[in-house]
Nanobody, 123 residues
């Protein structure tokens, strides 16, 4: 069965960096769109980064230039490198698998989710 397990979250000071990992199992990671989402308390879940099966990447303007999504197909692992973190980046971060080859920027386009990893950025 499909499983997604995130790791790498933690507490950092503003300006710091973190790399999140998502170990995928039960399917071939490169066959599907993969994405990272985040959700802060009282907020809607928002997409942070997406990678198509082709390797094309896509970022919303709110994080463009500060985050990088990439995957290691040999390890079946998805990553999110986050730099210049700010307190507003504080949230639970989720890895998700899309429903097909192409990425839809909304959570409805993703059918499998990990349990999340907490990122806390202090000022």
């Amino acid at each position: 069965q499909v499983q997604l397990v995130e790791s790498g979250g933690g507490s950092v000071q503003a300006g710091g960096s973190l790399r999140l990992s998502c170990a995928a199992s039960g399917y071939t990671i490169s066959w599907f769109c993969m994405g990272w989402f985040r959700q802060a308390p009282g907020q809607e879940r928002e997409g942070v980064a997406f990678i198509y099966s082709t390797g094309r990447v896509d970022y919303p303007d709110s994080v463009k230039g500060r985050v990088t999504i990439f995957r290691d197909d040999t390890k079946s692992t998805l990553y999110l490198q986050m730099n210049s973190l700010q307190p507003e980046d504080t949230a639970m971060y989720y890895c998700a698998r899309g429903r097909g080859l192409y990425c839809v920027r909304s959570a409805s386009g993703f059918g499998y989710w990990g349990q999340g990893t907490q990122v806390t950025v202090s000022s």
